[in-house]
């Protein structure tokens, strides 16, 4: 599989997708830091914050009234997360 996507290394997970996203977010954030989360995330990457004690950084959605569908944030929007960050009570 590495080859097929030009890798080093690949991996497989045998627990579907969920445990994959907190495995991939553990991976990219290490445990610590912030992540750029869409507000219509996935509930196993809300769950992968908590296990992983990333903070995220919540962006909105863009709505896309032709296709009725929600779509990637604009990137100008990256700079400015949602005022309510945090997910859990801290210092």
């Known amino acids: 599989m590495a080859d097929a996507v030009g890798a080093e290394q690949a991996f497989f997970s045998t627990c579907g997708s969920s445990l994959s996203v907190k495995a991939a977010m ?8 912030d992540l750029l989360i ?3 995330a996935h509930k196993s990457v809300v769950a992968g914050l908590a296990f992983s004690g990333v ?19 604009r990137r100008n929007r990256w700079n400015r997360p949602s005022r309510n960050t945090r997910t859990r009570p801290g210092p």
């Open 26 to 33: 553990l991976a990219v954030a290490g445990g610590q830091g």
């Open 38 to 40: 869409s507000r219509d």
């Open 55 to 73: 903070q995220p950084q919540w962006i909105r959605p863009r709505y896309d009234a032709r296709l009725h569908w929600r779509t990637r944030p």
